[in-house]
């Protein structure tokens, strides 16, 4: 006795549907401050465009509230002045 497998392929449309992921939304109200709400729920006010005592690593300036959250973004901070 043998035994048939039969394997379908699908079509390139359906596999890009399946692959499409719908952006994320915000799970709360975006904050009115000027900043971003950081993890104990504090509003941190964005860069006034000054430049802080301690660059990030690539070059750009930011502020946060905590020592971790200093240049998340940007590669960590580097060294202080």
Known sequence: MSRITKIS???AGMIA???????????GPLPTCGGYINVDGNCVPSP???????????GTYSHSQHKQGSGSWHGGT???K
């Open 48 to 58: 006034d465009h000054t430049r802080s005592s301690l660059p990030d690593n690539d």
């Open 17 to 27: 549907a399946v692959l499409f992921v719908a952006p994320l939304l915000p799970v």
């Open 9 to 11: 392929v699908a079509p």
């Open 78 to 80: 580097g060294r202080s």
